[in-house]
């Protein structure tokens, strides 16, 4: 589905998102060392983009969706971000494949159902708050042009 201009920013952080998930179950594979040395990059990549992409989301969009009444694609959406804090403040470098594939299906869930009731449900105006939130919100610093162990 195509997204509309409001939604284009998170959308474009969840493309950041999915590159990061699948280098982290490339590094999975990985002897000890390795998944230490790409745990250590994916708790500084959290905390730099998907940490602030959440703040984002939790302030804004999930705001605005509760107040549309869409209390259970909120709730699973916060639940699912708690589980991702709670995974990388584990810091366990074995769960690499489980945060990859935890955060994969995070974003899948949010692109197919999450923004689509958003468009579907979301008027002009709440619409225009969140462009507006968005604009004013500094942009995570992006580190994907460092690769990720290995």
């Known amino acids: 589905m195509r997204r509309i201009p409001p939604l284009r920013r998170l959308s474009r952080e969840h493309h950041t998102g999915l590159v990061l998930a699948k280098r982290a179950r490339a590094a999975a594979a990985g002897p000890a060392p390795v998944q230490a040395a790409a745990w250590a990059e994916l708790r500084a990549r959290f905390d730099a983009e998907l940490a602030p992409h959440f703040a984002l ?41 489980t945060f990859s594939d935890l955060l994969t ?46």
Request: glycine share 2%; net charge negative; hydrophobic share 55%.
């Open 57 to 97: 989301e939790e302030q804004g969009l999930l705001a605005a969706m509760a107040a549309a009444g869409e209390t259970a694609l909120v709730a699973r959406t916060l639940a699912e971000h708690a589980a991702l804090r709670e995974l990388i403040a584990a810091e366990q470098p074995a769960h690499l494949a």
């Open 105 to 150: 299906a995070h974003i899948r869930f949010e692109e197919a159902e999450l923004f689509a009731a958003a468009q579907r449900v979301l008027d002009a105006p709440t619409l225009a708050r969140l462009a507006e939130l968005h604009a004013a919100a500094p942009a995570p610093r992006c580190a994907l042009r460092l690769p990720l162990v290995p």
